[in-house]
């Protein structure tokens, strides 16, 4: 869990283009969207293309990304039980 | 005096403004399912050309329509092309061929405003017959969809798979759509009856989000205003909204047009016929709002309408016009 | 009457701001990010942004700052091949056997984002209209056609040529261009 933790951080910073940050610098319990990364829609979407491109999981439905991206210790947990790769 | 002298439209619904207004008022839709149009995308709901068409023959083709009845002297005509993807991603080139398919030497203009392009570009228009600097300008605007873009609006979950139902509480997203459609504006009569004039036209940015509407409708209420200028909102006849059916822009719309007081004037929407034809929606949409409008018994002698387009970069564009 | 009040031109090798050259490390991509560095650095956005934005927002982001710059009623700028570089990324999260359209991607595709860009950045909420031209010359003629036509208020247009075909190839010439009574 913990190393799929550290991917996964690494692929937001990656897919985000967080220039000046290193997963250190993400905390896995912190919120992604407003107080904690400050994510907008697009890097909800791009967060979306993301899950199928690496882990081959298809979320149809957007409103269901609010519940698996709140952080990324949710985002891992449900790569965790859903993915396909 | 900015005058409507010529205007054409080609779409799945027919060739012509008069088979698109009939097929309007028929209630008939291009809209259909398709699964395999373009490879790997997600099965979509939108209104395409049975045949595939090229672009600069169909633009061509439209002109050709809308010059009909119109004699406009080439030396001092402007080829005005709005569109969002052009010929397979190539905007400039196309309106170069397509100015020069009618023997006119003079630079075309490309406008790439977004979904507003089609307002944006009568705007442009407007400006450069008022300055003197030509007397007509050829205004045509047209998309072709392609893999390219049906593939980005689903990745931005902007596409509904059924029919679009723009300002309902159950909306899913909006349809795209293909089309070719031109107006020609003149600064001369030509002795003939004008279709309309363009009275005043209006840009704004929302500032607000590259792709989110504004969720107070900001630049949509500052674009309202400017071209209501001193006229009262019931003198206005109907309102062309954009009505894409997507969650957040019909929002952006309703709000906007709240704060501006035409909450009660009657709207046109037509992406439930033709989808969101993109660079031709403005062009498009102006010519079958005005002329329904100017037709129908239920103006009640008003003669005014508004047409109004917003777009992604924020972007938001309005015209008034007149019988 | 018009005039020029502030004009920057940048191109992969130099900068010159109101005639006077800016000296950089960096040449291409790199320079931009250096530039983005010293003149902004608050904006984390400008990583997402495609080339084209990321031109277009330094250009503006050096020529406001200028001392008694005023501020835009209107963005109006143009190129030639709109927004072909980022296109072109974008085709390529659509290659068969690799389809994962990107939407940060995607929404770059329109070549009038970077007015967007520029309008949020400066809270700008007058026009912002981008045109596909066969030249800077021809631009320059829109906003002079445009600015003849409008007496009161008197505009302050931020005009620019703003072009990228290629990774490291790219141009902009940005002016503050405003009315005058005299």
Not at chain 1, 5 to 15: D, F, M, P, W
Not at chain 2, 131 to 152: E, K, N, P, T, W
Not at chain 2, 267 to 283: D, E, N, Q, R, W
Not at chain 3, 124 to 138: A, H, M, N, R
Request: charged residues 20%; glycine residues 8%; proline residues 5%.
């Amino acid at each position: 869990m913990e190393q799929l933790i550290e991917q996964l951080k690494q692929q937001i910073i990656e897919a985000l283009n967080f220039e000046d940050m290193t997963p250190a610098d993400i905390a896995t319990d912190a919120p992604l969207f407003g107080e904690g990364l400050g994510l907008d829609s697009i890097d909800a979407l791009e967060l979306l293309m993301l899950m199928d491109r690496e882990y081959g999981i298809k979320i149809a439905d957007p409103k269901a990304g609010k519940d698996i991206f709140r952080s990324v210790r949710t985002m891992a947990e449900y790569i965790q039980e859903h993915r396909t790769k | 005096m900015i005058y409507c002298v010529g205007h054409s439209i080609i779409s799945p619904l027919g060739e012509g403004t008069e088979a698109n207004i009939e097929a309007v008022k028929a209630g008939r839709s291009g809209l259909k399912h398709y699964t395999e149009r373009f490879a790997d995308v997600e099965p979509f709901c939108a209104s395409l050309f049975d045949t595939p068409q090229e672009f600069v023959p169909l633009c061509i083709k439209s002109v050709k329509m809308a010059m009909d009845n119109s004699s406009i002297n080439n030396d001092q005509t402007v080829f005005i092309l709005s569109t969002a993807k052009g010929d397979h991603l190539d905007l400039y080139t196309p309106a170069q061929q397509i100015a020069a398919s009618f023997g006119n030497r003079n630079q075309p203009i490309v406008v790439s405003n977004a979904c507003t392009s089609g307002v944006s570009a009568q705007i442009t228009a407007m400006r450069l017959l008022q300055s003197g600097m030509y007397q007509h300008a050829v205004v045509v605007g047209c998309d072709l969809q392609s893999r390219f873009i049906v593939s980005g609006f689903q990745a931005f979950k902007a596409l509904s798979n059924e029919p679009c139902t723009p300002f309902d509480p159950n909306r899913k997203g909006l349809n795209l759509g293909e089309a070719a459609a031109t107006i020609i504006y003149s600064r001369q009569q030509n002795g003939q009856q004008p279709y309309w004039t363009l009275k005043a036209g209006s840009i704004h940015n929302d500032a607000n989000h590259i792709s989110a509407p504004s969720r107070t409708g900001e630049g949509a209420y500052l674009c309202l205003k400017d071209v209501l200028n001193g006229v009262q909102p019931e003198e206005i006849a109907l309102i062309g909204v954009h009505g894409t059916g997507t969650l957040y822009n019909d929002d952006m719309e309703r709000i906007a047009l709240q704060r501006a007081g035409l909450a009660d004037i009657p709207m046109s929407i037509l992406k439930p016929y033709f989808g969101h034809t993109m660079g031709a929606a403005g062009v498009l949409e102006t010519i079958i709002c005005a002329e329904m409008a100017f037709r129908s018994t239920l103006s009640n002698g008003k003669t005014r309408i508004i047409k109004i387009l917003s777009g992604f970069g924020g972007v938001n564009a309005a015209i008034r016009i007149e019988r | 009457m018009y005039k020029v009040q502030k004009e920057i031109e940048i191109t992969p090798t130099s900068v010159i701001l109101n005639g006077q050259p800016i000296a950089t490390t960096e040449t291409g991509d790199k320079m931009l990010v250096e530039l983005y560095r010293r003149y902004a650095g608050d904006y984390p956005k400008f990583f997402k942004m495609d080339t084209l934005c990321r031109l277009g927002f330094i250009a503006a982001e050096i020529v406001l700052r200028e001392p008694d710059c005023q501020q835009p009623t209107a963005v109006i700028m143009a190129n030639r091949s709109a927004s072909i570089k980022n296109d072109t990324d974008y085709l390529a999260t659509i290659s068969e056997g690799n389809y994962y359209p990107s939407p940060a991607l995607f929404v770059y595709t329109l070549p009038n984002i970077v007015t967007g860009e520029i309008a949020i950045r400066h809270h700008l909420q007058g026009e912002t209209s981008f045109y596909i031209l066969e030249s800077p010359k021809q631009l320059e003629q829109l906003v002079n056609c445009q600015l003849s036509i409008v007496n009161y208020p008197l505009p302050t247009v931020l005009a620019g040529w703003c072009e990228c075909s290629k990774p490291d190839e790219f141009y902009v010439k940005m002016r503050i261009i405003y009315g005058t009574t005299d």
